[in-house]
């Protein structure tokens, strides 16, 4: 614990004739109040605990001051409640509130405190392949793939309809000379290239890449496990893979209907698709020019490439003049899908099925700018990995607490960010005695009632 000391009195501008002071004399305060409910929302799906079991602890467990499943909850509600780097951890560690919640009270070595500091986190980061003298904490990656699928399939009371696999690749620069790092032309940095995998608000991988690949690299083995983890739940149930472009070649769309998967592909446009929906494109630009307004035309057709297609396949196009848009006006986009005309007509396949991948981006935004998925400033990728699974499992557990907690509220749809902000980050006294540990928050929070019905559907 921190030092007790005589606080020394701060005077500011007084208020009539009462004079208006400060000090750091208030004990033990927490800014994080909100650390409660992650860690009930953990206790209601069960995750830390089975994160820890995809690691190995190679240290001797009589000098262990800090167990395995406090490390991880640690890292990972640390991320959640907006402390990005290790070095946070330093003053993270005297927490009153983020402590109990771990389930640690007391240091368990004079002079320690409740929590870890950063440079046994970093150890942790830094987990080698074998166990070496300085790092002896190893985890297995494909148990922790593994278990992003198993939380999503726990969260349905019951099998659904069907499931979309929203997939994408996104940037993220680096931050130095570090191991991976590659320049790409179309991000126009120097930067990692992860892939995502989510299917609604559910993150169920995210994988670490080099930069010096297409963005489909290893899209199919992710979709492969992935798919497989859910049909040995569910084995009828009806899987599409949606996605742009970048995925919309023969050997996802092959893959896809070997195995009784459904695909909405964005496709690239070039002159041949462009010609073939003339008609259309002409039609909506004469009624974009009687109207003044954006006009669309829809078609529908078999198509087949010149020599990367091994068969032909459903093309949906969006002929689209928009005034004012470009130097022509013109607008044509395209999608390449397996669902047939039965299931759904162009307009609807593309406005309904394709058009709602474009959520997911908003998905990746809040792992990256709220929860830090892009602070892989590492050396080595295999530590750039482990953050970005880190980050990802702090976005689980937020996704969690707002499916459980929050639904029907007024942040049953907020970002991470916004839950953070207005329900983590909460102030409160703690105070302590032999019977109970009590968190005594300000009468006047604004989001006391969600916060209180959030308690009641998580613990009670």
Same mark, same amino acid.
């Given at each position: 614990?921190?030092?007790?000391?005589?606080?020394?009195?701060?005077?500011?501008?007084?208020?009539?004739?009462?004079?208006?002071?400060? #000090?750091?004399?208030?004990?033990? %305060?927490?800014?994080?109040?909100?650390?409660?409910?992650?860690?009930? !929302?953990?206790?209601?799906?069960?995750? %830390?605990?089975?994160?820890?079991?995809?690691?190995?602890?190679?240290? /001797?467990?009589?000098?262990?001051?800090?167990?395995?499943?406090?490390?991880?909850?640690?890292?990972?509600?640390?991320?959640? +409640?907006? *402390?990005?780097?290790?070095?946070?951890?330093?003053?993270?560690?005297?927490?009153?509130?983020?402590?109990?919640?771990?389930?640690?009270?007391?240091?368990?070595?004079?002079?320690?405190?409740?929590?870890?500091?950063?440079?046994?986190?970093?150890?942790?980061?830094?987990?080698?392949? +074998?166990?070496?003298?300085?790092?002896?904490?190893?985890?297995?990656?494909?148990?922790?793939?593994?278990?992003?699928?198993?939380?999503?399939?726990?969260?349905?009371?019951?099998?659904?309809?069907?499931?979309? +696999?929203?997939?994408?690749?996104?940037?993220?620069?680096?931050?130095?000379?570090?191991?991976?790092?590659?320049?790409?032309?179309?991000?126009?940095?120097?930067? *990692?290239?992860?892939?995502?995998?989510?299917?609604?608000?559910?993150?169920?991988?995210?994988?670490?890449?080099?930069?010096?690949?297409?963005?489909?690299?290893?899209?199919?083995?992710?979709?492969?496990?992935? &798919?497989?983890?859910?049909?040995?739940?569910?084995?009828?149930?009806?899987?599409?893979?949606?996605?742009?472009?970048?995925?919309?070649?023969?050997?996802?769309?092959?893959?896809?209907?070997?195995?009784?998967?459904?695909?909405?592909?964005?496709?690239?446009?070039?002159?041949?698709?462009?010609?073939? %929906?003339?008609?259309?494109?002409?039609?909506?630009?004469?009624?974009?020019?009687? !109207?003044?307004?954006?006009?669309?035309?829809?078609?529908?057709?078999?198509?087949?490439? @010149?020599?990367?297609?091994?068969?032909?396949?459903?093309?949906?196009?969006?002929?689209?003049?928009?005034?004012?848009?470009?130097?022509?006006?013109?607008?044509?986009?395209?999608?390449?899908?397996?669902?047939?005309?039965?299931?759904? #007509?162009? $307009? !609807?396949?593309?406005?309904?099925?394709?058009?709602?991948?474009?959520?997911?981006?908003?998905?990746?935004?809040?792992?990256?700018?709220?929860?830090?998925?892009?602070? !892989?400033?590492?050396?080595?990728?295999?530590?750039?990995?482990?953050?970005?699974?880190?980050?990802?499992?702090?976005?689980? +557990?937020?996704?969690?607490? @707002?499916?459980?907690?929050?639904?029907?509220?007024?942040?049953?749809?907020?970002?991470?960010?916004?839950? $953070?902000? /207005?329900?983590?980050?909460?102030?409160?006294?703690?105070?302590?005695?032999?019977?109970? &540990?009590?968190?005594?928050?300000?009468?006047?929070?604004? *989001?006391?009632?969600?916060?209180?019905?959030?308690?009641?559907?998580?613990?009670?």
């Amino acid at each position: 614990m921190h030092t007790d000391c005589n606080a020394r009195s701060m005077r500011f501008a007084p208020l009539g004739r009462r004079e208006v002071t400060a #000090d750091f004399a208030g004990g033990a %305060i927490t800014s994080d109040a909100g650390a409660l409910l992650l860690g009930a !929302t953990d206790r209601a799906i069960g995750m %830390i605990d089975r994160f820890a079991a995809c690691f190995t602890d190679g240290r /001797k467990s009589a000098k262990v001051v800090h167990d395995l499943p406090t490390l991880l909850g640690q890292r990972v509600f640390g991320i959640a +409640l907006g *402390y990005e780097d290790v070095a946070d951890h330093d003053e993270v560690r005297h927490d009153p509130a983020l402590a109990p919640v771990l389930g640690r009270l007391e240091a368990r070595r004079p002079g320690c405190a409740p929590l870890a500091g950063k440079s046994t986190l970093n150890r942790l980061e830094h987990a080698p392949e +074998l166990n070496s003298r300085y790092h002896r904490i190893a985890y297995d990656p494909e148990a922790i793939q593994n278990l992003f699928v198993d939380l999503f399939l726990e969260s349905f009371a019951k099998r659904p309809k069907r499931i979309v +696999l929203d997939v994408d690749a996104t940037d993220d620069p680096v931050h130095g000379n570090q191991e991976g790092r590659f320049f790409h032309g179309f991000y126009d940095c120097h930067c *990692y290239l992860p892939l995502y995998i989510f299917s609604g608000p559910h993150l169920l991988a995210a994988m670490l890449r080099k930069a010096n690949q297409h963005a489909s690299a290893g899209a199919v083995d992710e979709i492969d496990r992935i &798919v497989a983890r859910i049909r040995q739940r569910w084995p009828r149930v009806k899987i599409v893979v949606r996605g742009d472009s970048a995925f919309a070649h023969d050997e996802m769309m092959s893959w896809c209907e070997r195995n009784r998967v459904d695909y909405v592909l964005g496709l690239a446009r070039n002159p041949r698709l462009v010609e073939r %929906i003339h008609l259309q494109q002409a039609q909506a630009e004469d009624a974009a020019e009687r !109207t003044g307004q954006t006009a669309r035309r829809f078609a529908d057709f078999s198509w087949r490439t @010149r020599t990367s297609w091994r068969r032909r396949r459903r093309v949906v196009a969006k002929a689209e003049h928009m005034p004012g848009y470009g130097e022509r006006g013109a607008n044509p986009r395209f999608v390449v899908t397996s669902l047939s005309l039965e299931e759904a #007509d162009a $307009r !609807t396949l593309y406005e309904a099925h394709y058009c709602a991948r474009g959520d997911m981006e908003n998905r990746i935004k809040e792992a990256q700018l709220d929860l830090f998925a892009d602070r !892989t400033s590492a050396a080595s990728m295999r530590a750039n990995q482990l953050r970005l699974w880190f980050a990802s499992m702090a976005y689980v +557990l937020i996704t969690a607490l @707002r499916r459980i907690g929050l639904a029907h509220t007024r942040l049953a749809k907020a970002t991470c960010g916004t839950i $953070r902000l /207005k329900l983590l980050k909460i102030g409160a006294q703690v105070r302590r005695s032999a019977r109970r &540990v009590r968190v005594a928050m300000a009468s006047a929070c604004a *989001y006391r009632n969600e916060f209180e019905l959030a308690h009641i559907r998580l613990c009670v």
